[in-house]
């Protein structure tokens, strides 16, 4: 199939990727001319793990193209995919503006009739809006044809993304239109091989379905982060009693670690536009109200352990392992480490931190503390641990599970671990010497 995928950004880069790598002819296009450089040269601008390898791999193949002409790019396309931002505006709501801004292009210049789908995040109603655009643009133009517009939102985990879009637990089709539905499902067919994973429903389900998704994770951790506070004051320990609820099918096992907070890109982002679109029909959502408050406190954890077992933290040298909101990825956006960095910067502490992949983004942040030297982004994670009072884990990337804890005690001038996702055994911990607080989890 000839697919154009508009926006080069996370969502767009992975779809336009996989769809190539399934054989289909996909031309992927941004308005940045250097994003576009990068990428005509195998350079993927995002922190995906294998990205850049189907992007070689479909360029060499002449499956995969890349440009800024947005009329030439869609010209033959039988599909086209709307993947570009919808940030949150000031209110909190989704600034859909580049997706009508592109629906209006594509009305003013496509020269036959396409299935248009909406990728991005977008509140419910957006395909409807784009749908509207399409027709007016077509009803001033006289032609004779109509775009379909689908409701295609997308389920996929940074750092776990292509793996995501390869083995999907489903495809969500919004539409009501039999032949866009027809083609969408041949689109998607290859990845959903003998299981009946696609879910065909109306556009505007489909739009809810996304927010409904990831509010609910988002809930999940709040709740389980909840339960482990009172787990600290109750003498529980909260890794018994995820196992405990866990096993019960009904629940399972996923989304119930409790930590130091959900950052990234989407949960808070969602959370907000859904509170939007709820306040717009006076309705109030106590619960998703209480999801975004708890995780806000939930990301002050480290600093009150911090406190609790340092007192006065002015003057202290703390380290850091794992600045990226989660493993597998370099986002910082809306990231734990933020809270704690802001509050240790501001509190006249010394940070030496590692990560193996957000450094650069968090050195863009506070380029002041790296220039006066009050915070240190370090390549080895045991040089940062050296004198420093506490090590704190904000991140459980794959290289903190099973570090050398001898080498942990002797270089800490005091040996306590904070552990902010639950990654050591506290008994373990205890046998070496250090001092291990996690969350929910008893001393
Ligand atoms: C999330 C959803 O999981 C995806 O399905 C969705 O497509 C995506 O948002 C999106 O809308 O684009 P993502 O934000 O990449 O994906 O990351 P998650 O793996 O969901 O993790 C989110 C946060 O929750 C991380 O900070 C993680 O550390 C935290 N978390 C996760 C917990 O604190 N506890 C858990 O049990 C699970």
């Known amino acids: ?11 767009g880069l992975v779809t336009a990727t996989c769809f190539a790598e399934m054989g289909n002819r996909v031309s992927c296009v941004d308005t940045s001319t250097q994003r576009i450089n990068a990428l005509q040269r195998g350079e993927a601008p995002i922190f995906e793990p294998g990205i850049e390898a189907l992007i070689t791999t479909n360029l060499r193949a002449g499956r995969l193209a890349f440009s800024t002409d947005t009329a030439g790019a869609c010209s033959r396309a039988e599909v086209i995919f709307i993947a570009v931002g919808t940030p949150s505006a000031a209110d909190g709501s989704a600034d859909i503006s580049q997706i009508v801004a592109v629906a209006s292009e594509l009305g003013r210049t496509l020269d036959q009739p396409a299935i248009v789908v909406c990728k991005s995040t977008a509140p419910v109603g957006t395909a409807c809006r784009v749908q509207s655009v399409l027709d007016h643009q077509c009803q001033r133009r006289q032609v004779a044809w109509q775009h379909r517009v689908v409701s295609n939102p997308e389920f996929l985990k940074e750092g776990a993304a292509i793996d995501d879009f390869m083995r999907p637990d489903r495809v969500v089709l919004g539409t009501d239109d039999a032949d866009a539905e027809r083609v969408m499902r041949a689109l998607y067919e290859p990845f959903v091989r003998n299981h009946d994973r696609i879910l065909c429903m109306s556009r505007r389900a489909a739009e809810m379905t996304k927010y409904a998704a990831n509010t609910f994770l988002a809930t999940r951790i709040s709740f389980i982060n909840e339960i482990a506070s009172l787990c600290e004051q109750l003498g529980v320990d909260v890794e018994e009693v995820r ?15 409790a930590g130091c907070g959900y950052g990234g890109s989407c949960f808070p982002k969602d959370i907000r536009a859904m509170l939007q679109m709820a306040a717009q029909y006076d309705m109030p959502m106590p619960i998703l109200h209480s999801v975004e408050a708890r995780n806000q406190q939930q990301k002050t954890w480290p600093l009150r352990m911090l406190k609790r077992e340092l007192g006065n933290l002015h003057g202290r040298t703390l380290a850091i392992w794992g600045l ?34 957000a450094s650069d983004n968090i050195a863009q942040r506070y380029p002041e503390a790296v220039k006066e030297g009050q915070l240190k982004l370090l390549q080895d994670p045991y040089a940062a ?24 005690a002797q270089r800490l001038r005091t040996p306590l671990v904070i552990d902010g996702r639950n990654q050591y055994d506290p008994q373990t911990m205890a046998s070496l010497g250090l001092r291990h607080v996690g969350v929910g989890r008893q001393v």
């Open 1 to 11: 199939m000839q697919i154009t995928v508009i926006g080069c950004g996370y969502v």
């Open 243 to 257: 196992k405990g609820i866990g096993s019960d099918q009904r629940i399972g096992h996923h989304f119930i670690y």
């Open 324 to 357: 990226a909101f989660k493993p597998g990825t370099d986002d910082i956006r809306d990231a734990p480490s933020l809270v704690l960095l802001d509050a240790l910067l501001a509190g006249g502490s010394s940070v030496q931190a590692f990560d193996p992949a």
């Open 385 to 408: 641990l050296n004198n420093a009072d506490a090590l704190v884990l904000l991140t459980e990337w794959k290289q903190f599970r099973q570090p050398d804890f001898h080498l942990v």
